[in-house]
């Protein structure tokens, strides 16, 4: 059985499952720097001496005194609850990368349903995102050796600038402008 489907309503499907990608987008987006600030927020408090030794009702004044010193905004919006506060600095490291790398899953999901449709027209198919990710993550993992092997940190700091690239709609991003510069063409 063969089944036509116009072009207008490739199109139809493309848009509709674009404004669902972006608004998507836009939301985790702010949901994965939202839990890096607070992540290194905290990193930052419990890096404190003898943070492990105070008490529960020291550390509430701690966190509330640190955060009454940020300026707040929207987009820095600190937690204040007693699980975070009773935390210590090696469960911080651990949420270090559980963060980025949910985020990093997050988008790496998004892109896997939606891009194909919303690039069909292109034969942009799924392939083509495991090859995309596959390459951004073999350079960090080449800047992650290098830092290991140098010893240099701005090997490390690198890497993870590179792995930001993954915590966003890049891929998109990088077929959207490819599509623009085809239609110039």
Excluded at 56 to 74: F, G, H, N, P, R
Excluded at 102 to 121: R, V, Y
Excluded at 154 to 170: E, K
Aim: with cysteine; net charge positive.
């Amino acid at each position: 059985m063969v089944v036509v489907v116009s072009k207008n309503e490739c199109e139809a499907k493309a848009m509709k499952s674009l404004f669902l990608f972006i608004p998507m987008c836009i939301v985790f987006g702010f949901l994965n720097e939202w839990g890096k600030l607070n992540v290194n927020f905290y990193l930052r408090i419990t890096a404190e001496d003898h943070w492990n030794d105070y008490s529960l009702d020291q550390k509430k004044l701690i966190v509330s005194e640190e955060m009454a010193k940020l300026k707040t905004a929207y987009y820095f919006q600190l937690v204040e609850k007693e699980s975070f506060i009773s935390m210590t600095r090696s469960d911080w490291m651990y949420w270090k990368w559980i963060v980025p790398i949910t985020g990093t899953i997050i988008f790496f999901i998004l892109e896997w349903f939606f891009l194909p449709l919303i690039f069909s027209g292109n034969g942009i198919s799924r392939v083509y995102i495991i090859y995309y990710y596959s390459f951004v993550f073999f350079l960090v993992g080449m800047m992650f050796m290098l830092f290991k092997v140098t010893d240099h940190h701005s090997c490390l700091t690198l890497a993870r600038r590179i792995w930001l690239i993954l915590q966003s709609p890049s891929l998109f991003v990088l077929l959207w402008c490819y599509q623009l510069i085809k239609r110039n063409e």
